[in-house]
T-cell receptor
Framework: NAGVMQNPRHLVRRRGQEARLRCSPM?????VYWYRQLPEEGLKFMVY????????ESGMPKERFSAEFPKEGPSILRIQQVVRGDSAAYFC????????????FGQGTRLTVV | SQQGEEDPQALSIQEGENATMNCSYK?????LQWYRQNSGRGLVHLIL?????REKHSGRLRVTLDTSKKSSSLLITASRAADTASYFC???????????FGKGTHLIIQP
């Protein structure tokens, strides 16, 4: 059973471009979480999704950021018109039945905006 | 959703010693989880303790939970160099809230 797979591992975008980060949860997991981490900082919660539904997006910036978890395929975190401040590591995690069980994390996507 | 606050922010001990780190939170919880992060990598789940539990063990790890004080502690016994990492707690209230994390405790084990 493969773990949580994130791709790409590294992504470089110019200011103003779009960044699309993908996350394939573990098999049998229908709950996905996205986090952002700046250097030397903790993980900042962004959004919690459960197959086709956004459950909690309290940590998501109101503009330029969106997330989806379609019925088929990976979860996507989309950042439009990236700015330098978006440079960070973005981690995805999945769990089987929600935050009442352990979450498994991917290795992250490191986004650099130049 | 609430996040835990880990204390101390950084801890440096000699290999073989025990390491204790604490987590405080503000409101009632359903469970509390501890995770470890090695530099630049994803978090790894260590232990989940439910609100009706007071203590849990896993190998060299011991977690306690005091709901009256709204605090938890993680003890790592007989530390090893490989335990060098950042440790995070995640208190979960329940419902639709996602898991949130604080800034963590950065543990360094000196050989």
């Amino acid at each position: 059973n493969a773990g949580v797979m994130q791709n790409p591992r590294h992504l470089v975008r110019r200011r103003g471009q779009e960044a699309r980060l993908r996350c394939s949860p573990m098999k049998g997991h229908s709950h996905v979480y996205w986090y952002r981490q700046l250097p030397e900082e903790g993980l900042k919660f962004m959004v919690y999704l459960q197959k086709e539904n956004i459950i909690d997006e309290s940590g998501m910036p109101k503009e330029r950021f969106s997330a989806e978890f379609p019925k088929e395929g990976p979860s996507i975190l989309r950042i439009q018109q990236v700015v330098r401040g978006d440079s960070a590591a973005y981690f995805c995690a999945s769990s089987r039945t929600g935050p009442n069980t352990e979450a498994f994390f991917g290795q992250g996507t490191r986004l650099t905006v130049v | 959703s609430q996040q835990g606050e880990e204390d101390p922010q950084a801890l440096s001990i000699q290999e073989g010693e025990n390491a204790t780190m604490n987590c405080s939170y503000k409101t009632s919880i359903n469970n509390l989880q501890w995770y470890r992060q090695n530099s630049g990598r994803g978090l790894v789940h260590l232990i989940l303790i439910r609100s009706n539990e007071r203590e849990k063990h896993s190998g060299r790890l011991r977690v306690t939970l005091d709901t009256s004080k709204k605090s938890s502690s993680l003890l790592i016994t007989a530390s090893r160099a490989a335990d060098t990492a950042s440790y995070f707690c995640a208190p979960w209230e329940g419902g639709a809230d996602g898991l949130t994390f604080g800034k963590g405790t950065h543990l360094i084990i000196q050989p």
